[in-house]
């Protein structure tokens, strides 16, 4: 008998940017609920389109799986009295389990008796279980606005209307959300029939198609690419590759048709981006460009159908994207009337926070912390002082106002309209980024600091008022922020510490609020060491080595980064393994023991004074290594006195009798493990 299982959950058009991982979690659950359900199966695959889900479950079992259960009970010496009989306690046991003392049995758990019962659990065929499982699905799911509807409990991104469910050939019988499962499908909304019969998991998908629904999203994203390229090329170019908007585009068609359309050469004068925002954006079409990688007059855009009417189509696309292009137009004309700085004050009307004051004033934040910033980094402050002014002038001009996407971006084009010069307006786009994850980082000396002052007086100005990220919750994307500081200060390779630029923002605020200064400080480092943990972890860097190098407060972040990636190197190499227990145990030894100075008259075993004349020879070159990053090469160095350790530690007894010597000896390990801490805490290395 086939046991392959086939749920088709046909909804109202579900929004793009939710489809693929909402399909990902459906896999998910439905997982993790089949195993503990004990209902084998080989294999689920989750197919979708914006009106349907479509779960395939491989030879899903038609019964549960066998099973027992050992459950532990009372200690044996509370299950029974002096003569033998069971307890109330145990025969409270029984009654719970719903078994009798027949099926007990005593196992021995350390130094105690326990009273245990194995149960064999209960199996019930498969399709009894499909509503439970597939509603648990769906209440399983998270969205910013779920949907309630007729009367339902349940919660889905969009109303369901119809459920398909096939198993062992035949529709089962059950039912969800006011809807009896049935082998009736749908195809597309215009172009297929409403009601499709399908007798078969097999002719399932062919009927689909023929219905103008492509239900497989893998296939119908490649034939999408596969269309866009084939029209580009024909149009004597090639199309921008954006795998974001083609994912986007995919999940709002269950038809693709993809058609060009053209617009006016002279929107062509316009900055690019002016151009493409409204294209890819707004209008979810392709730009396409020449062989040179210029833009052409030209767009690609996807229709949700055949190629019926299709002039018409382009014609419609065309027409809207000529107002787009003529707003755009408009706006840069009537933006770049005035020179960017007579933009400033308008800064004072957009209130960046209730509690933080206008844009006005964050912008003077950010410009006398910049200038501060570039004292400490030894930078010149002129530019950066004057793209400080400049930074935010952008938001209140007309084009940005519309396409609020273009932030920074239109400010770098309009201060070299107004004559600023080029350093001044690359500073100006690069203090937003990086804007998300992944996104080109800062590189111009000004733009680095401009960044830097911009994101931490966000978030210093955040902590101060007592708002903070909490659980997912962080809609001022203060942790995107804080990723931004610290991405940009290892790619930057920038040797000052977080510490003093978090003190200098934060101090800020000191007149503007009442708050606890060194507990908001605290906080805010502690918040960023969290986040540069993860930055770590997201390169694969070992937990145990990220532990090992986190807390050394001395070092700058991009020391931590080079000693977390050189660590995790060393820690390679098969000599790093006896060094470890070496290292460990000078940890161990002296964790409590504060550094002092070692008395070499005080040596009484010429281990002593081995150790501490190897040592003593070793260090210039240890700390020359340190000090240029070379931290892989400073555990070598640092690996050579193991010898010399492990022979101290054989032959001299570190807890003398007489107190100043086992202090001196304690101080002489204290000094070694000072030096090796300079890279990690060798302590917290799992071997």
């Not at 994850?437 to 007086?457: M, N, R, T, W």
Request: with cysteine.
């Amino acid at each position: 008998m086939n046991n392959d299982l086939l749920l088709e959950l046909g909804t109202e058009e579900i929004p793009a940017r939710f489809i693929s991982s909402t399909k990902k979690s459906m896999k998910t659950f439905l997982e993790k609920k089949l195993s503990e359900l004990r209902i084998s199966f080989d294999s689920i695959e989750i197919k979708c389109t914006p009106r349907r889900f479509a779960i395939f479950i491989k030879n899903l079992a038609n019964t549960q799986q066998a099973s027992t259960e050992e459950i532990k009970g009372p200690a044996k010496k509370i299950a029974f009295d002096e003569s033998g009989n069971p307890s109330k306690a145990l025969q409270g046991f029984l009654k719970s389990k719903n078994v009798t003392i027949d099926d007990i049995k005593i196992v021995q758990k350390g130094k105690e008796e326990y009273v245990f019962v194995v149960k064999t659990l209960e199996t019930s065929d498969t399709v009894n279980y499909l509503k439970e499982i597939f509603e648990q699905m769906i209440d399983s799911l998270s969205f910013p606005k779920p949907m309630r509807w007729g009367g339902n409990k349940i919660k889905f991104i969009r109303p369901i209307r119809w459920i398909l469910c096939l198993y062992q050939g035949k529709v089962p019988n059950f039912e969800m959300f006011s809807l009896n499962a049935a082998n009736l499908t749908r195809g597309h909304r215009f172009l297929g029939e409403s009601y499709i019969e399908i007798n078969s998991i097999d002719e399932y998908e062919k009927k689909l198609e023929q219905n103008y629904v492509i239900l497989d999203d893998t296939k119908r994203r490649e034939l999408i690419r596969k269309q866009i390229v084939e029209v580009a090329e024909k149009l004597g170019g090639e199309y921008m590759q954006d795998e974001d908007l083609l994912e986007e585009v995919n999940y709002i068609v269950e038809y693709p048709t993809a058609l060009y359309g053209e617009f006016k050469e002279e929107y062509l004068k316009l900055p690019k981006e002016t151009i493409i925002t409204p294209m890819k954006e707004h209008q979810r079409y392709f730009p396409v460009l020449d062989k040179n990688g210029n833009l052409m007059n030209k767009f690609i855009t996807v229709r949700n159908g055949n190629d019926y009417m299709m002039e018409n189509v382009k014609k419609g696309n065309e027409k809207v994207l000529d107002a787009r292009l003529s707003d755009a137009k408009f706006f840069y004309e009537q933006d770049t009337a005035k020179k960017l700085e007579a933009y400033v004050p308008r800064l004072q009307t957009i209130v960046y926070h209730e509690k933080l004051g206008t844009m006005h004033d964050k912008m003077l934040r950010i410009q006398k912390l910049s200038e501060e910033f570039a004292y400490i980094l030894n930078v010149d402050k002129n530019d950066i002082s004057r793209a400080a002014l400049l930074c935010k002038a952008d938001l209140t001009t007309s084009m940005v106002f519309e396409f609020t996407e273009l932030q920074g971006i239109m400010g770098r084009y309009y201060a070299k309209v107004s004559g600023e010069n080029e350093n001044v307006a690359n500073a100006i786009y690069e203090h937003y980024l990086p804007r998300f994850a992944g996104d080109e980082l800062p590189q111009s000396k000004a733009g680095i600091i401009l960044s830097l002052a911009d994101k931490l007086d966000s978030i210093a100005g955040f902590f101060s008022v007592g708002i903070k990220p909490t659980g997912s919750q962080d809609p001022y994307a203060l942790r995107r922020l804080a990723l931004g500081v610290l991405n940009t200060l290892i790619d930057s390779k920038i040797d000052t510490r977080l510490q003093l630029f978090v003190e200098i923002a934060l101090k800020q605020f000191e007149d503007k609020h009442k708050f606890d200064f060194n507990e908001v400080y605290n906080e805010i480092l502690e918040f960023m060491k969290l986040r540069l943990k993860n930055i770590f972890l997201d390169k694969k860097i070992r937990y145990d080595v990220v532990d090992s190098v986190i807390d050394n407060n001395i070092s700058t972040v991009y020391e931590l980064s080079q000693k977390a990636v050189q660590l995790e190197k060393w820690l390679k190499l098969p000599e790093s393994t006896s060094c470890l227990n070496t290292f460990a145990r000078i940890s161990n030894i002296s964790k409590d023991v504060k550094k002092s100075e070692v008395n070499p008259e005080l040596f009484d075993q010429k281990e002593e004074q081995e150790l501490f004349g190897a040592y003593n020879n070793a260090t210039p070159k240890i700390y020359e290594l340190i000090s240029t990053k070379q931290y892989e090469q400073s555990l070598d160095e640092i690996a050579k006195l193991r010898p010399f350790i492990d022979n101290y530690f054989e032959k001299v007894m570190v807890m003398d009798n007489n107190e100043d010597i086992k202090q001196n000896r304690l101080a002489t390990i204290a000094t070694i493990r000072d030096t090796i801490e300079e890279i990690a805490d060798f302590s917290k290395i799992v071997q």
